[in-house]
């Protein structure tokens, strides 16, 4: 056999036995964006049920939904489907009128049913989960809720009440499930830590004996100025950022306007706080149907209503994403669905301000003087906290620091020989290391 074919990195529908999964706990899959998560959700788990119809698949978002009932083998969540379920003891009839498909629904409404009709749960085979680490996240949004909503109230009392939460019961239900339930509970995240951390059932984890395959990232490069960064932004080449609030987001809409932009902003169809416009509507159902950007648009801005569960394809220049979380650096580099050349991260801290320098070809391999020094540092634009240009002499050190050759000498005569000048070699590229 080919010893490529054993290394090459597979799918998880390729790499994954069905023998791994347990009940009695929660099965989890740590899987990089990009390895087919969705298929073998889909296509491969359903083996270890009796029927499509006894699965209910759980995400986050309610663009993770749509995206997911895109795909013919998902339903949503109807009223039909929970009849049949309401008050029944496992197994029961289905309705035969209707094709086998898995249900599809967000952690929210799982919730609420849990809370309303919790004997559906008797008629499920399987649940599968979705990025559950954003459960956490939801709880964290709840608590902080309750206690801004409810100051008054004992701490016993507001724990009652955020037990009953939506959010709240469907956790405490998928870990009944895996404790006391007979069906199997499967995780899928790429961000798998906090799900590790505070899940509060036996957790199994699935591992695969190969690579699996996942979208490369060539370049990571720092900032601390998203707005500054804007500037360097090209027409007719196309951009995706990611800024958690709505209100920076609208910030950084009216700066590309100014800049002569197109761009638009996506955030939740539910925030009450500033509804999403019908053009929004419209890009938003634009993406789902086509997974890429309007041609028109050079930069879309999202949050994290869209951090998971959200696919874009096509050609995209760099991705910019204005928060350190690594576990959101993850996940909304997987939005992209394909390798990206450029990934610019947030630095607060400032210490990886200038990040990475490319150097124009114009000023490459040929005698830099005083003046074409100042006019590199002018085309380069790098700023500083104070928001002013980052002169030669920081730039010849960070150039330095990052591989390229700088020679310096002197030309002339006579009272000209202390003319300096600097030749700038780019560094070279070792193919292999590229490769890796």
Known sequence: MDENLLTKPRYLSEAISLDQFQKGCINLVDTPCGSGKTVFALTKLPAL?????????LLDTTIGVETLLKNEETKPLNNIWLEERKGTVYPFQDNVNEKDKITVTTYQKFGVLVNKHPKFLNSIEMIVCDEPHKIYMFVGIEKGEVNQNNPALSDGDKAKLLSSSPICAGLSALENQCCYGDCYVIAMTATPRLVRERFGAEINNIVSEYELVSYKTHNRHFYTDLGLEMRRFQKGKQYIA??????????????????GLKAVGLWSPDYIGCPMSREQFDVRQFIIDEERLPDDIDVLFINRAY???????????????????????????GRYRNDLNHLYVYDKTGKKEIGEIVVPI??????????????????????????????????????????YHIEKGREGAGSNINRHYYYIHAPTTNENEMDE
Not at 49 to 57: E, F, M, P, Q, V
Not at 247 to 259: G, H, N, R, V
Not at 309 to 331: C, K, L, P, V, W
């Open 49 to 57: 049920a009796t029927s499509k119809d006894h699965i209910l698949y």
């Open 242 to 259: 990611y800024v958690e609030q709505v209100k920076e987001i609208q910030k950084y809409l009216s700066i590309a306007e100014k800049l």
């Open 307 to 333: 951090d998971t569960s959200f696919n874009i394809r096509g050609d995209i220049e760099a991705m910019y994403i204005h928060y350190n979380s690594e576990d959101t650096i993850i996940q909304v580099r």
């Open 362 to 403: 114009a000023f490459l391999e040929r005698k830099l003087f005083k003046e074409d020094t100042t006019e590199l540092a002018g085309a380069l634009d790098l700023r500083n906290k104070g928001n002013r240009q980052i002169g030669w002499t920081t730039i010849h050190n960070s150039l330095k620091e990052q591989g």
